[in-house]
């Protein structure tokens, strides 16, 4: 882990953190001055909580400290039934943190031990290791996906199909939007994506990576080139080995463009470890893999040896990517 990106995105986290809370007490002090009441119940439940405490401390009068709480109740009622008249909305002078689970803050305690959110170790992935905008939450998501840019026709010859690219794209989804709901499911297959550039694979890549993001999931991309490399770094003790353990330890782990690599038995024996830690759960944790590649089945028979595509055949769903260029229609489109 570099200990400056920490550094640095602690800082934000801390700014951020700070700029919610502010816009928290202007939020306030804009209902004290639209409503005075607000003010005065606060008022009041502070004094009152303030003689409770001491109350309880320093008194054995139990029927002065119901009253006191019986008071207190009213008052939180009255200030809870105010704001929801006014605002409609019962959170309204709460922090609207980004991160629900650590509130800006980065990190998480449960049970006295403290951890690294989710949030935090994305953006972590985010700016040490993933090669791409990868997680454009903005474009690249399912909401913009359009499966009217693929081709209703169906050619046997030309796809090698019986259906037609449009058809074969809205079944893509479907599986894909399926791995997302059973992520954490053991049994639930990893992916592989098949076919030629410029057909969606990175894109739907990208969709399933944002969705899991959304649902608190790590997710670590890399092309297989650099992902290669930097083991082989690991090995010779070029780097301090965390993006390897990250590679084994990630939830969902995109490996792209397999098959551009140049690859000797070294970096097959490590592939094979990455593709065979994972599948094996031996982390002690559920993690998938989604592999994107221009090859072939017949092809990756070719390129890599029988273990690793035994894996990829026996544990992934295999999705063939095919149609005309996705990326040139678009620009021809906007010509």
């Avoid at 409770?52 to 029927?63: C, P, T, V």
């Avoid at 105010?82 to 959170?91: A, F, M």
């Avoid at 057909?199 to 297989?224: D, M, R």
């Avoid at 894996?311 to 906007?334: P, S, T, V």
């Amino acid at each position: 882990m570099n200990t400056t990106i920490l550094k640095s995105l602690l800082i934000i986290y801390e700014n951020k953190r700070n700029k919610k809370i502010e816009e928290a007490e202007q939020r306030k002090i804009e209902l004290y001055k639209q409503n005075p009441r607000f003010e005065e119940i606060d008022s009041a439940l502070s004094s009152l909580s303030i003689n409770a405490s001491k109350n309880l401390i320093n008194s054995n009068n139990f029927e002065y400290l119901n009253n006191l709480r019986h008071e207190i109740e009213n008052l939180k009622k009255e200030k809870h039934d105010l704001l929801v008249s006014l605002t409609k909305d019962e959170n309204y002078l709460n922090p609207i943190f980004d991160c629900k689970l650590c509130n800006d803050t980065g990190y998480i305690t449960e049970n006295y031990n403290t951890k690294m959110c989710t949030c935090l170790k994305q953006q972590l992935y985010d700016m040490e290791y993933n090669q791409t905008n990868l997680l454009n939450v903005e474009n690249n998501n399912f909401e913009n996906f359009s499966s009217t840019l693929y081709s209703q026709d169906v050619d046997t010859e030309k796809y090698g199909a019986e259906i037609s690219p449009r058809e074969n794209i809205e079944k893509i989804k479907k599986i894909s939007i399926n791995f997302i709901n059973k992520f954490d499911d053991p049994v639930q297959n990893n992916l592989l994506f098949t076919g030629n550039t410029g057909l969606g694979k990175t894109f739907i890549s990208e969709c399933i990576a944002n969705e899991l993001v959304k649902k608190g999931k790590n997710v670590l991309y890399q092309t297989a080139p650099v992902m290669l490399d930097s083991i082989i770094d690991y090995r010779f003790g070029k780097n301090d080995g965390s993006i390897y353990n990250s590679l084994l330890d990630v939830d969902l782990l995109i490996i792209d463009d397999l098959g551009t690599e140049s690859m000797n038995n070294m970096k097959f024996s490590e592939l094979f470890n990455i593709i065979n830690t994972r599948l094996l759960n031996q982390n002690k944790k559920i993690t998938k893999t989604i592999i994107s590649t221009n090859l072939n089945i017949q092809n990756l028979y070719k390129n890599y040896d029988e273990r690793i595509v035994s894996r990829l055949i026996g544990n992934y769903d295999i999705c063939r990517f095919f149609g005309d260029d996705i990326r040139l229609k678009k620009k021809l489109e906007k010509k």
